[in-house]
């Protein structure tokens, strides 16, 4: 499970992503969610950074 909070904050926005649901076993599965994770919202950042 995927969930997604928005925490308006003085400057915008706060966007925190947490993903549950792994088992122990599921090692690679982990790995692979947290590298895609971690590139897919360092481009968000970006994609944000030049609508402003």
């Known amino acids: 499970m995927v969930t997604f909070t928005l925490t308006p904050t003085p400057r915008g926005t706060l966007l925190r992503m947490e993903q549950a ?3 122990p076993e599921q090692k690679q599965a982990f790995g692979g969610a947290k590298a895609g994770w971690q590139e897919f919202l360092g481009k ?3 994609v944000l950074e030049r609508a402003e």
């Open 21 to 23: 649901g792994f088992r």
């Open 44 to 46: 968000l950042e970006q």
